[in-house]
């Protein structure tokens, strides 16, 4: 990474789906890694099932949490549709990790509207890398599904340089001790993914 570079990622979902969870899992592994880290979250109607964001920026120097349009290095999507909402933040040469997990809107659920059909068709028409991953039955190979957003982490640490010792160290200061061997499962299972 050049002295000056700054890495954006959003991850992005719904409430319950472990998103700051996740966020301040990666903080906390670009923390020991060295990197200057910021971030942001909003998560208003969380609780009820409305959308969660979360900005993480990294690199030797960073000034502010938030990224501005159209420079997102990388999106990790927890929730399919939620993609197509912050197509706006990518840069042209973003990576996507999207789960295959649709969560219904209300609008969905009570008719109004249609869930949008072929969102990885359409997503890889524009973006070099988009990487489609079933997280929750990853997290139910590692024992639970409630592990989805460790199987993404896992994913994503492919895209960053940063040793899987480190991610280890975090999972392991991040979870009590009975869920840490079923965290650091569901890390390398993303991982392989």
């Not at 979360?54 to 938030?66: F, I």
């Not at 990224?67 to 990576?95: C, H, P, V, W």
């Not at 957003?149 to 280890?168: C, D, F, K, R, Y």
Request: glycine share 6%.
């Amino acid at each position: 990474m050049k002295e000056t570079e700054v890495k954006s990622i959003l991850l992005a979902g719904v409430g319950g789906q472990g998103i700051l969870r996740a966020s301040d899992i990666m903080c906390m592994a670009m923390m020991e890694a060295g990197f200057d880290v910021k971030k942001s979250e909003v998560h208003g109607m969380a609780q009820r099932g409305g959308c969660v964001t979360s900005h993480v920026r990294y690199g030797k120097k960073v000034y502010s949490p938030l990224a501005k349009s159209e420079s997102i290095d990388i999106l990790i999507a927890f929730e399919k549709m939620e993609t197509l909402r912050y197509l706006n933040y990518l840069s042209k040469d973003a990576s996507l990790i999207v789960n295959s997990e649709k969560i219904y809107p209300p609008a969905v659920n009570m008719g109004d509207s249609p869930y949008p059909k072929d969102i990885i068709k359409y997503l890889r028409k524009r973006y070099k890398s988009v990487k489609e991953i079933d997280a929750a039955e990853l997290a139910q190979k590692a024992g639970s599904i409630k592990a989805a957003n460790v199987v993404l982490l896992g994913t994503v640490s492919n895209l960053m340089a940063i040793n899987s010792s480190i991610w280890e160290n975090v999972i392991k200061k991040s979870f009590p001790e009975k869920l840490i061997n079923l965290n650091l499962a569901a890390f390398q299972i993303g991982v392989n993914a």
